[in-house]
């Protein structure tokens, strides 16, 4: 039997995609064949571990509020844990290994570091828990049941599509542009998919001279910026600028892969006496809908905390009710096709930030005109 799990904006993301054929490397004790489990032979009650990696976004902390509150409403008994941000992976990894002694059932992890987790999964395979990657998918293992996270390939599109709408935009007259680029943290295994995503939008138009990456650090390794921390972003644009811009020639924008680099970015331009550059975001953060709403941030990424924190319970309650979750598809991470459930993120400008947030909260205030 299948249960349906997501509301229409899930659907919309997974509809026609199976389940069958996407192996977890687990032992099939269903008997369906499928190479997974089903889900049977945990509790109603069971104890659900949720490893997270810090506290230095906003949506981490949301998420671990909405877990203790979700899991606590659907039975189930919550251990939310923050990796500390001074020694995040052997914290991460001593947490996930108290959650295998203490009795979890199943955990759910947002990586630290997507490639430092091997042996915890294989003691939690070894346990018969069942390990679901959350928001960034764990390398280097077949150890794993499930991926659910925004697709973060179309994330990196829709970036590189806001940067080049927001320049034409922005800066009407000019034939090229003149940019810089941005990636994440080389230790989570999502930086690479967004940078990628957005080179396929705006590598085409590097190669016809559209674009003119001015510092020419436009590979990953040179873009990186470890930690995703603000204060490594701005050190990065002082040096960018101090290095290619102080001649007077302009900069255009800057692909920014979250709100935190964003916001860093535009302290680096803003200090330095620049006009404003059109620069990309994620995470909807609340100190960058306020800037994209006064006109300096572009644009963010909605990708919200609240529909996957729910999706993610309802994949436990469906796996805990030995039934088998529909619109999975296999993702490589390195050993196994892991089954995979990819939601639609939403790019965010000025223009449709009062629509995409009405529901909001937190945010919807921010948009009201």
């Known amino acids: ?167 034409a935009d922005r800066f009407p007259d000019a034939d090229t542009y003149n940019i810089e680029l941005f990636s994440g943290s080389p230790d989570d295994s999502n930086a690479p998919v967004f940078f990628e995503g957005a080179m396929s939008v705006l590598q085409p138009k590097i190669d016809d001279g559209t674009l003119n990456v001015v510092s020419g650090q436009s590979e990953l390794a040179a873009t990186a910026t470890q930690g995703w921390l603000a204060e490594n972003a701005q050190e990065r644009m002082d040096n960018l600028i101090t290095a290619n811009y102080r001649g007077g020639t302009e900069l255009h924008g ?40 006064e006109g300096v941030q572009y644009s963010t990424i909605s990708k919200d905390t609240r529909i996957l924190v729910a999706d993610t319970i309802d994949l436990i309650s469906t796996l805990q009710a030995g039934e088998t979750p529909e619109g999975a598809e296999g993702m490589d991470n390195g050993s196994a096709d892991i089954p995979s459930i990819l939601l639609d993120p939403v790019i965010v400008t000025q223009e449709n930030a009062a629509e995409v947030y009405a529901d909001d909260p937190k945010l919807g205030p921010l948009t009201e005109q």
Request: hydrophobic fraction near 40%; aromatic fraction near 6%; proline fraction near 2%.
């Open 1 to 167: 039997m299948k249960k349906k799990l997501f509301g229409a904006m899930a659907l919309a993301t997974v509809a026609g995609l199976v389940l069958a054929g996407c192996g977890t490397g687990r032992e099939d004790t269903s008997g369906d064949g499928d190479g997974t489990d089903g889900g049977a032979g945990f509790d109603a009650d069971a104890r659900i571990g949720v490893a997270l990696p810090d506290k230095t976004s906003e949506n981490w902390v949301l998420a671990g509020d909405l877990f203790v509150n979700g899991l606590e409403e659907a039975g189930f008994t919550p251990d939310v844990q923050y990796a500390g941000s001074a020694n995040a992976v052997q914290d991460q990894q001593s947490q996930i290994e108290a959650m295998i002694q203490n009795g979890a059932q199943v955990i759910v992890i947002g990586a630290a570091d997507t490639g430092q987790l091997a042996t915890q999964l294989q003691a939690a395979k070894d346990a018969g828990i069942l390990v679901i990657s959350y928001d960034r998918l764990i390398q280097g293992t077949e150890n794993l049941d499930y991926y659910i996270a925004f697709d973060n390939y179309r994330v990196g599109e829709l970036q590189g599509q806001a940067l080049l709408d927001g320049m």
């Open 254 to 293: 800057v692909l920014s892969p979250n709100d935190t680099l964003a916001r860093a970015i535009l302290a680096s331009t803003s200090d330095a006496g620049l006009d404003t550059p059109v620069v990309t975001g994620q995470d909807s953060e609340v100190e960058s809908v306020k800037s994209i709403m």
